[in-house]
DNA sequence: TTGATAGTTCGATAATATTCGAACAATAGC
DNA sequence: GCTATTGTTCGAATATTATCGAACTATCAA
């Protein structure tokens, strides 16, 4: 599969990680990368359909969130954690450290 | 006019407060409460019709960023910063910190 | 009571998002 | 090569949101 583009640090904007982490399914998903460091796709899923899933990670990945690198026919997702704290610092820690 | 419901802190939902700030005028609505300390709805209008921004401003009520009160014709904003720092702390101010 | 002011609510339209099946692409293993 | 696995992309349906004019409500002041 081809590679993704992921913003750099420079080009990250609150209004669109915000927005991205306003979803309760993506909310999840960046909670559960949190805890476990990284997963695919399929670990994440939940039971709902792959396009869906994709969809997810498309926005998580553009709003530069998480960070996708494929790994023989499965993609590994990660959390932009260092990133997002030099872009944005204290955010997703005030995030994360939310009960739930 | 009549009065506003303002949900309590135990109320207040991580999800649905992203979702509010995820708004570049809703954002930008916030920025000049922090800085102004309280406004009316004329204030922060920017050119924009009434209509719409009572629709951002309530939508802010709503997720129990921001708190109205009535006076005379007009309505005072607040942010409710004691109340954000208390649900989820650290969230409002790693937001307010970004530049811009 | 009349008029002006501040903001809400309604209703319609347009723009965006979400959801998901179906078709497709890339890799691994046999 | 064939087949299974993983995930993307496409397309269409549905749902949600934003925008804004028009009508309305409440308050104040003359």
Same mark, same amino acid.
């Given at each position: ?26 909310? =999840?998903?960046?909670?559960? @990368?949190? !805890? ?10 939940? %039971?709902?359909?792959? #396009? ?21 026919? =499965?993609?590994?997702?990660? @959390?932009? !954690? ?10 997703? %820690?005030?995030?994360? #450290?939310?009960?739930?």
């Amino acid at each position: 599969m081809r590679q993704f583009r992921h913003p750099s640090v420079s080009e990250l904007q609150v209004a669109s990680v915000l927005y991205a982490l306003s979803d309760p399914v993506r909310l =999840s998903i960046v909670r559960q @990368l949190a !805890r476990e460091g990284e997963a695919t796709c399929a670990a994440l899923d939940g %039971g709902r359909p792959k #396009s869906s899933m994709s969809h997810h990670f498309r926005v998580l990945r553009e709003s530069g969130i998480v960070h996708t690198r494929n790994d023989g026919t =499965s993609h590994m997702n990660t @959390l932009r !954690r260092d990133d997002l704290d030099s872009a944005f610092p204290g955010l997703l %820690g005030a995030i994360l #450290s939310v009960p739930r």
